[in-house]
Structures are given as structure tokens and as C-alpha cells.
């Protein structure tokens, strides 16, 4: 947009002018906030620009931002009392223990420094507040406290995006409650291998409470883990310049997962979104490089079960002997108790122990990436966030650790790419499907993969690359990363949009629609066998000439939801698994599908015509302080796990799908879009707490405003930062 004098003149006058004189600021900082809450920040140096956004951060989400640094580095107790012991004890056992100096820079040269800044910018909020708590605060009953730059090397987070552990302690169970051959058919590995029980291992030995409080600390189930991303070249585009489309999937909640910024700076113009207890953007783009990610299946984790000596639990048998375990002593803080806990975290050679079971002689310790150098969460995107064409996309993805993520490429020249991401143990002798026995020495990691040997793809001959966590290996490809994927129908899905004969050149728009889509795979496949079902009921023939889009307002889509839940359930007790519903025959569909009917009667009554989606699949959001008045919801919500408009969650509820979407126009960055549910901020007073809800709850995008010209267009709020005197 060209802004005449004239017109800039009056949109400096309309726009809201704040002057916050601040110690620690080298020079003076410029913030544009437009209409949609994302504070665009110009600086002099990038010292400035990190003090600014962790300034932002704070002014914006000081609550969650708290909150998540607690969770992340073992002071939750300080807060929440003697019911967040056991949190903190993991939080602190899986903390990095090396060498500090090289966690720093494997990030980046400059990395700690950028850390130094943005942890500054917050302590400056906090000391300008005087005292005085915000309103999230007065209503927990504490105060904020003062940050560290290492606070932002957290190794909590990067637990939610490696749970492989959960799911080797889930497989073990159900092979000893079913056995090998049933979890060989219903879970089969991918690629195809078979299952072996390693040397060693009791199954008995397996129990859900090994991961009780991990499970407490991460949050999320397993199957919540999902994204979309996809780039397509200039000849598939109205522009015939490349457009790259990204929705990462994580809880959705309130506030938001994600915060926007965009940091302007010598060496620095990027705008995107990040976690706002972090510094940069994770995804997002550059003036010349457009990326964003998806999880990618690599194994990352590995229980192992140690053997303690019976006579002495500070013992555990490695190769014939025995070795002591690594005890640290530390003194926490915990609400009600003014002395505090002293508590034990213990270490084997494998890493920090989860649980011990003492009456077995037991204990169990985990091995992750997660206890290697450079592998807090997305702090690698400092680095991404700079690259500028195809070669320092490849540097930075040396870097990239934790979490592993298919993140996919497009410049300004044409190119498009996508890189497998993340910190690849080498196991030579075992699949890592299973917990392994620690003591024999048998099961070791023999190093980790180099970047260039994990899968890649630079200007592909099929002109786009799409991923949705599901198995991306090609087909000629051996090395094994992992063994667990997504089912496939996300990206099926988007392939088929993207590929489909009558499809136009591709425009924003046309990606807004794919990202809205909820075309459900498996809602055909159910319908197949509809049509094969001789005399099917009528509620089952209704399916029929339904299209299998899962919208609000579809008594369809509510039939087949209620009636596959009951299909997976009669079908197998692993909800992990997939269900092969060609090979099920009429008289199962005719049981599920009366428990369905009874299912929907009880939860929508008997009036068949009220029977819609959209009143069964609902999302609310719920503030973690228990305030009823900062909730929002519920709303009715199409889709669900398997669309590309992804909404899964437990109960027919999304708690899980796309809080920030992101589609990113490389021939004219301004014509970028994006949305971030419910609002840019965490301040239940503020005006951008919720006021992106509406149009995310509706399908609809803003701007993603990238020149000062479009900026300025877009400004409502102007705050000047500047030193504060002596």
C-alpha cells in the first residue's frame, strides 16, 4: 500500500502515542502495534530489539509467560504448593547438566546474548510495575519474579514434542495384556519391522506409573501432537512466485500458544510467531525466506529399566557392576511450607530417573535428546529466522534440534525445500519401540545423525512439498528415525487439493479454503461400506450421499463421528490403532451403529433434525486461573482429528487443532496472512485478549503487514521506548 505525506500525517496523528523511558536501553526503540495486537519493533542494534520484545512479552503475557518459566525450571511448589513437588523434581532432573558455554552457542554465536537482552526487557517490565501485581497476578496471590537468560534454555518444553517415552511404555503393556502378535497387527511399525522384545526386559516391569507425573508435566496425550504445512512452486501459483502454507497444531487455550512480532533491526527483519517466553520467531519469514514446520517422527527418547542393588538403592548394576547413582541434593521453595523441600534428583548413565519402584528393585530412567547440547525448543530459530537463501537454510537446520520438524522452504528467486529436522539417535541393534534393560550395556546410542543425512528435498520435479506428521521417509530411503506417524489422511487430503485436475493456479485465498477444509478421508472409507451394506438401516444410509465434510451444521458428520468412536472401540481395546473398516463385516456396523443412535439421543435428544455437529464438537476456552469471567466459548467447531482443518480432543470437544495459522505470499510479502486465537494478548483488560476469536472461530485471516509503508497503514499504537536517565 503507497501511503501519501498526507495520509501518513493523519494515520501519526490517529494513532495512540505512549513514551516509556526505560534503564537498560542503549538506544531508543520504535513499536507499531496494528489493529490485530502484533507489535512490530525497530531498533538501532539488536541488543535494543531483544530488550524490546521481551519487554513486549511481559507488558503483554507477564502471567503466562511466568507461569510456563515455573512449569519449565522447577518453581511451580513456590507457587502452587506441596501438589507441584513431584513437578518440579522432573522439571529439574531433566535440566541441562553440561557444559553451559557450548549449550549457548551450538544456538548460535550470538545466541546468549540475544538471551541476555530479552530477559532484561522482561525485569524492566517488572521493576517499572514497582510492586504493583497485574490482575492475573492479584487473583493467583504472588508476584512476578526477575528472570535469568538461562531461564530461556528450559528443557520442559521440549519434552511435549518428544513423547516417544509414553508410547514404548504403552506398547509394553498392551503386548503383555494382549500380546505380541495382537500389537504387532493392530500397531504395526512404519516402516514394517518386526517387534522383538529386547534382551532383558521384564514386561512385567512396565507399569503406567512410570509416566504418571510425566504425563502431569506434559500435558498433551500423544495423539494431540499434529500440523500442516505445504509450499508450492511459482507454476502452481497466480503470482509465479512460491506461497507457503502453515498451521502447526498444539493445545488451544487461553492465552494464546503463540505470540506475533515482528523485529526490525540491522541484521534482522522477520515476522512470525514464537512462544513468548522465548526470544525471535519460530516460523514466519524474512525479507528474502519463508519457513514453517511440522512435527516429524523421529525417535528421540528411550526408557531404560536399571537394575538397583537390593542391598543399596544408590546402586545400579551396569555390566557386572555396580555403579553409584548420580545424587543431587536441593533445597525448593513451596508454598505453605517456610522451610521448604529438600529433594533428591538422581541420575544413572542414561540419564535422570523418572520413578523408582523400590519393592522391585527398579528404576527408570530416561534417555533424550533433550540432555545434549543446543535442544531447548525452537531457540534454534534464531538462526532459521536469519537464513537467506538455500545454503544458510541448510546451516541453520545443523542447529536445529529439538523438536524435530519438517520444515519446509521458500525465497524470493523461486525455490522451495524442505528439510527433516531434529537430533537423530544412532541405534545400531534395537528399534527403540520398546523400554530396553539398561544393565547389560547391549542397548547404547552410538551418536547422532548429521543433518545432511536425514530425508530433504530442493525444487521437487511435482512443483510442491506437503507434510502432516505422517510417514515422509521415501521410499528408498534406510536410515531409521522412527518408527510412529500420524495416519495419513491430513496429508492425503492436502495432496489431493493440491493435485486435483481441475485445479486452478493457486492464490492466498485458494490456501485460506485448503486450511478451512474438512473433507473427512476416513468418512469415505465408512461410506463405502455403507454402500456395500446390503438393507443398511436408514440412519446408515443417510451417509450415503452425505460429502463427507465434517461442517457445524451436518447431522452426517455427527453420525459418523458417535458411530466410528463405536466402530474403533468394538474393534480393538488400543486406541491407538487404526481401524480397516473394509474387513468389518454387517454385524458389527449394526451394533456400533445402535450404540451410536443412543448415544446421540442422550446427548442431543430425541429430535433427530437437532442432531448437528456442531452442537456435539464444541470448543471452550478456559483460563487456567479458574476465572469464569476471562473464559470464552463455547463454540461450535467443524472438522475433527483427520482433517486438515484439524479439532481433536477427548469427548467430542477440541482441545487440541490450530491456535496460529500463518500463509505467507513471497511475491508480495504484504499480502501475507494470518490468525492467532484468541488475541495477540494475555491481558483479560486488554483489547487484543480476544479479538481475534471471532474471525478464527470463522475461518477468516488478517494481514500479515511486513513494509513500514503497510505498517504504518495498519498502525493503531505507537510506543516509544527510550533510555531512562541516570
Request: hydrophobic share 40%.
Amino acid at each position: 500500500m503507497k501511503l501519501t505525506a498526507l495520509t501518513l500525517l493523519a494515520v501519526l496523528i490517529a494513532t495512540a502515542a505512549e513514551r516509556v523511558p526505560l534503564p537498560g536501553l542503549r538506544q531508543g526503540v520504535e513499536i507499531l502495534r496494528d489493529r490485530w495486537g502484533v507489535p512490530h519493533i525497530y531498533a538501532s542494534n539488536t541488543a535494543d530489539l531483544f530488550f524490546a520484545q521481551g519487554y513486549l512479552a511481559a507488558r503483554d503475557r507477564l502471567w503466562q509467560i511466568d507461569r510456563w518459566r515455573r512449569e519449565g525450571t522447577g518453581r511451580l511448589a513456590e507457587i502452587a504448593g506441596p501438589e507441584a513437588i513431584e513437578r518440579d523434581r522432573l522439571a529439574l532432573a531433566v535440566r541441562f547438566r553440561g557444559d553451559l558455554e557450548g549449550e549457548w552457542r551450538s544456538y548460535g554465536p550470538d545466541t546468549k546474548a540475544i538471551a541476555t537482552a530479552f530477559t532484561n526487557g522482561i525485569n524492566a517490565y517488572i521493576r517499572a510495575l514497582h510492586g504493583r501485581r497485574p490482575l492475573e497476578f492479584r487473583v493467583a496471590g504472588y508476584d512476578p519474579s526477575l528472570w535469568a537468560p538461562e531461564d530461556c534454555l528450559a528443557r520442559v518444553p521440549g519434552l511435549l514434542m518428544t513423547r516417544n517415552l509414553t508410547r514404548e511404555v504403552s506398547r509394553a503393556r498392551n503386548i503383555r495384556r494382549f500380546g505380541l502378535t495382537a500389537v504387532a497387527a493392530m500397531q504395526p511399525p512404519d516402516p514394517a519391522i518386526p517387534i522383538e522384545i529386547p534382551h532383558g526386559l521384564d514386561l512385567a516391569d512396565i507399569d503406567s506409573e512410570i509416566v504418571r507425573v510425566y504425563n502431569i508435566v506434559t500435558g498433551a496425550r500423544p495423539d494431540e501432537q499434529g500440523s500442516n504445512n505445504w509450499v508450492v512452486d511459482g507454476t502452481m501459483t497466480t503470482t509465479g512466485k512460491p506461497i507457503l502454507a502453515n498451521d502447526p497444531h498444539r493445545p488451544v487455550r487461553i492465552p494464546s500458544l503463540r505470540k506475533t512480532v515482528h523485529l526490525v533491526a540491522p541484521g534482522w527483519n522477520a515476522i512470525g510467531a514464537g512462544e513468548p517466553a522465548l526470544p525471535g520467531i519460530a516460523l514466519g519469514h524474512n525479507e528474502r525466506v519463508a519457513f514453517g514446520f511440522t512435527i516429524v517422527g523421529i525417535d528421540q527418547q528411550d526408557l531404560y529399566v536399571e537394575k538397583l542393588n537390593p542391598e543399596n538403592p544408590n546402586q545400579y548394576l551396569y555390566r557386572g557392576a555396580w555403579k553409584p547413582v548420580e545424587i543431587e541434593r536441593r533445597q525448593i521453595a513451596v508454598k505453605g511450607r517456610p522451610a521448604g523441600e529438600l529433594i533428591e534428583l538422581r541420575h544413572t548413565m542414561h540419564g535422570p530417573i523418572i520413578y523408582e519402584d523400590r519393592a522391585r528393585h527398579r528404576a527408570y530412567a530416561l534417555r533424550w535428546v533433550g540432555s545434549e547440547p543446543g535442544t531447548a525448543g525452537y531457540l534454534a530459530g534464531l538462526s532459521l529466522a536469519r537464513v537467506q537463501n538455500w545454503r544458510e537454510f541448510l546451516s541453520a537446520m545443523d542447529r536445529y534440534k529439538v523438536p524435530s520438524e519438517n520444515i519446509v522452504y521458500a525465497d524470493v528467486d523461486g525455490n522451495i525445500g524442505w528439510q527433516a529436522a531434529g537430533l537423530a539417535p544412532i541405534r545400531r541393534n534395537w528399534s527403540g519401540l520398546l523400554p530396553v534393560s539398561g544393565d547389560s550395556g547391549e542397548y547404547e546410542w552410538a551418536g547422532f545423525r548429521k543433518a545432511g543425512e536425514l530425508p530433504r528435498a530442493y525444487n521437487p520435479p511435482q512443483h510442491f512439498i506437503a507434510t502432516a506428521n505422517h510417514n515422509i521417509l521415501p521410499p528408498e530411503y534406510t536410515i531409521p528415525l522412527g518408527y510412529e506417524w500420524a495416519l495419513p489422511y491430513r496429508y492425503l487430503r492436502i495432496r489431493e487439493m493440491l493435485t486435483a485436475r481441475d485445479a486452478p493456479k493457486f492464490s492466498v485465498a485458494d490456501f485460506e479454503r485448503m486450511q478451512q477444509d474438512v473433507t473427512s478421508i476416513p468418512a469415505r472409507r465408512l461410506q463405502a461400506a455403507v454402500k456395500e451394506w446390503h438393507k443398511a438401516p436408514e440412519l446408515a444410509r443417510e451417509l450415503a450421499s452425505w460429502d463427507c465434510r465434517m461442517t457445524v451444521d451436518s447431522r452426517a458428520a455427527a453420525i459418523f463421528e458417535v458411530w466410528m468412536h463405536e466402530i474403533r472401540a468394538a474393534n480393538h481395546p488400543m486406541p491407538e490403532a487404526d481401524v480397516a473398516l473394509s474387513r468389518i463385516d454387517p454385524q458389527v456396523l449394526s451394533a456400533t451403529l445402535a450404540r451410536a443412535e443412543a448415544t446421540l439421543e442422550k446427548r442431543l435428544g430425541k429430535d433427530r433434525a437437532a442432531w448437528t455437529w456442531g452442537r456435539l464438537h464444541r470448543i471452550e476456552f478456559k483460563h487456567p486461573l479458574g476465572e469464569k469471567a476471562w473464559n470464552r466459548g463455547p463454540i461450535a467447531r467443524p472438522g475433527d482429528a483427520y482433517t486438515p482443518n484439524a479439532t481433536s480432543g477427548n469427548d467430542y470437544q477440541q482441545t487440541n487443532g490450530a491456535s496460529y495459522r500463518q500463509i505467507l505470499d513471497v511475491a508480495d510479502w504484504d499480502r501475507s496472512v494470518m490468525t492467532n486465537v484468541p488475541g495477540e494478548s494475555g491481558d483479560p483488560q486488554s483489547p487484543h485478549f480476544d479479538d481475534l476469536l471471532g474471525d478464527w472461530a470463522a475461518g477468516r485471516y488478517h494481514p500479515m503487514p511486513f513494509s513500514r509503508q503497510a505498517v504504518e497503514a495498519a498502525a493503531v499504537e505507537r510506543i516509544s521506548l527510550v533510555p531512562a536517565e541516570n
